[in-house]
């Protein structure tokens, strides 16, 4: 079992930058990805960025704004996000797959005002 704990949502006004970061714990090892996935309002939930031992992907709607980065000793990633927009408002959900098996923490909200 991988057990995660999300931090860093919150208010912020458009234009600005926040950091929302997930740490693992339990069995983290043979991690093989880590992710940020988000949930607008009435939308399914989508990926925002993953980050792999291949490398990192992500979504359209925000590359050239978010980096995703790992701390392999601490288990943990994050994910900056800058120049936020009013449409990236939503729950942010962190994921980690291991041994084939998805795990999710519980989101965090983040709210982008005008």
């Known amino acids: 079992q991988v057990h995660l704990v999300e931090s860093g949502g919150g208010l912020v006004q458009a234009g600005g930058s926040l950091r929302l970061s997930c740490a693992a714990s339990g069995s983290t090892s043979l991690i093989y990805a880590m992710g940020w996935y988000r949930q607008i309002s009435g939308e399914q939930r989508e990926v925002v960025a993953l980050?792999?031992?291949?490398?990192?992907n992500y979504a359209d709607s925000v590359k050239g704004r978010a980096t995703i980065s790992r701390d392999g000793a601490e288990n943990t990633v994050h994910l900056q996000m800058n120049s936020l927009k009013i449409e990236d408002t939503g729950i942010y959900y962190c994921n980690v797959i291991r041994l084939g098996v998805e795990y999710w923490g519980q989101g965090t909200q983040v709210t982008v005002s005008s």
């Open positions: 980050i792999r031992t291949s490398g990192t």
